[in-house]
């Protein structure tokens, strides 16, 4: 099932949330969410329930063990144990192909590849089990005694599938103790409305634009068609992203959960550590909390922890070397800016900061998006201008230019919208001491989020597949 879809806005989240407060004790309404939860998981992949089943059961166990036997090796055993049931489970099921594939290709053998579907949200809830797992054993966190309030954590609908990745901690308190006021049902709805509108109006209309140009073979699209499209494609990532965080962020709160911003709009960022301070932020912690600062073979080495944090960061991504290179490839501007130092940038003007970072993230995306390796080198022929010498191609074009004059006012509202304008606006009259102005900042939010919802319903009607991005990873 998928957020942006008629039969989950007008149907399924109705009938969750009138049963949801329906229902008078906090047990039941936690019964509640799990059984729509595992509705909602199973409606296209009944099958694959039971490995997320599996996963709740086996992770609350090794809490149970790890408190059972702490202090003691028997817990560093439990926890040993956890990690790595959870991450042979993700390398059969989400790398287990890529591997035999390059094995293949550099032994010469023919051992048979694995057709194994992708399990959806499989990254992200391994990652909130491991999480988990970890803080358990760090007493960052009481393990869980009930297994229906694990599961209920580790399954619930908002954020199961594609994010952000949510700590234990996080919702450690309200999975016994949260109350819903109207206005947590009204800020809530409002916020999912805002992502529907980012996914359905913005991105699918951004994504028009990247598959005309790189949907097929990119030998040939001039130098500044091959700009056009990654700086589309970069946006449409953000908005589709960005996107489903609202709407997970939106739901958790029109259920009494408050989870944490997973983009604060990393675009306005000045270098490429600001970005990831911004772009997908329940990655970044986690790789900053559970590798970053643990000590390898028992000393903390700082450069090698670097590499595998921005390696991990790529393979998560996807079982495909273009992932790999991806996150290498921020992992080195991390290292530049790190071995240049705060004052030596800060010394920079504040455009050429800009300039720098956007062209980093750009050409990032263009990595991100190439899986094929061909297509990705022949992306850097075109974007650097060989192309030109290389084999003719032009330095712009006919469909370009059409194409950007058919889709100005998309691409100049996505990049307003990207950046901390409205924001801004929404503080500036929602914050109000003023209670005029108080009042037409509220009005006015709620009637533009109506008409949105109306805007994209009636653009969800003859929709047929908006499958957010991340579901992929």
């Given at each position: 099932m998928v957020f942006a879809d008629l039969f989950f806005i007008y149907f399924f989240l109705p009938i969750c949330l009138l049963c949801y407060m329906l229902a008078k004790k906090l047990e039941t309404k936690n019964t509640v969410l799990i059984i729509f939860s595992l509705i909602f998981?199973?409606?296209g992949e009944p099958l694959w329930i039971l490995l997320l089943l599996f996963s709740s059961v086996f992770n609350w166990f090794i809490g149970l063990m790890i408190e059972k036997y702490r202090e003691t090796s028997s817990a560093k055993l439990a926890?040993?144990?956890?990690?790595?049931?959870?991450?042979?489970?993700?390398?059969i099921f989400k790398y287990s192909a890529f591997i035999v594939e390059n094995i293949n290709a550099v032994s010469g053998a023919s051992i048979p590849v694995p057709q194994i579907t992708l399990p959806i949200g499989i990254s992200f809830y391994t990652f909130q089990a491991i999480s988990y797992v970890l803080d358990c054993y760090w007493e960052t966190v009481k393990v869980q005694h009930q297994y229906k309030k694990f599961l209920l954590y580790l399954s619930l609908f908002p954020q199961?599938?594609?994010?952000?990745?949510?700590?234990?901690s996080v919702v450690e308190d309200e999975i016994d103790n949260r109350s819903i006021t109207m206005n947590d049902l009204c800020e809530g709805a409002l916020r999912v409305i805002v992502g529907l509108a980012k996914k359905v109006i913005v991105a699918n209309n951004l994504w028009v634009i990247v598959d005309a140009f790189f949907g097929k073979d990119i030998t040939g699209l001039s130098v500044l068609g091959t700009w056009y499209t990654v700086i589309a494609y970069s946006l449409y990532v953000y908005f589709d992203?960005?996107?489903?965080?609202?709407?997970?962020?939106?739901?958790?709160?029109?259920?009494?959960?408050h989870f944490d911003e997973n983009f604060t709009h990393p675009f306005a960022c000045k270098t490429i550590a600001e970005f990831w301070q911004r772009w997908h932020i329940s990655l970044g912690s986690f790789f900053r909390d559970y590798l970053l600062y643990v000590p390898i073979f028992g000393k903390n080495r700082k450069y090698l922890s670097l590499f595998l944090v921005w390696f991990c960061t790529g393979v998560w991504h996807g079982a495909a070397w273009?992932?790999?290179?991806?996150?290498?490839?921020?992992?080195?501007f991390i290292f530049f800016e790190q071995k240049l130092g705060k004052k030596r940038i800060k010394k920079w003007p504040i455009w050429w900061k800009h300039i720098?970072?956007?062209?980093?993230?750009?050409?990032?995306?263009?990595?991100?998006y190439f899986e094929d390796l061909s297509q990705l080198g022949q992306f850097f022929v075109n974007i650097s201008g060989i192309s030109m010498i290389a084999n003719g191609a032009p330095f712009t074009d006919p469909m370009t230019f059409s194409s950007f004059r058919n889709n100005l006012f998309l691409i100049a509202a996505a990049i307003i919208a990207s950046l901390p304008v409205l924001p801004k606006l929404k503080s500036y009259f929602l914050e109000s001491r003023n209670d005029a102005v108080y009042a037409v900042g509220r009005i006015g939010s709620v009637t533009i989020c109506i008409g949105l919802l109306i805007v994209l319903s009636i653009m969800l009607v003859d929709a047929t597949n908006?499958?957010?991005l991340y579901w992929r990873f």
């Open positions: 998981y199973a409606w926890v040993a144990a956890g990690i790595s049931i959870d991450i042979l489970l993700l390398i199961l599938i594609a994010g952000p990745i949510v700590r234990y992203f960005s996107g489903y965080s609202d709407i997970a962020i939106g739901l958790g709160r029109m259920f009494g959960f273009n992932f790999i290179l991806w996150g290498l490839y921020f992992g080195f720098y970072s956007k062209l980093v993230i750009i050409i990032g995306f263009g990595i991100f908006n499958v957010f």
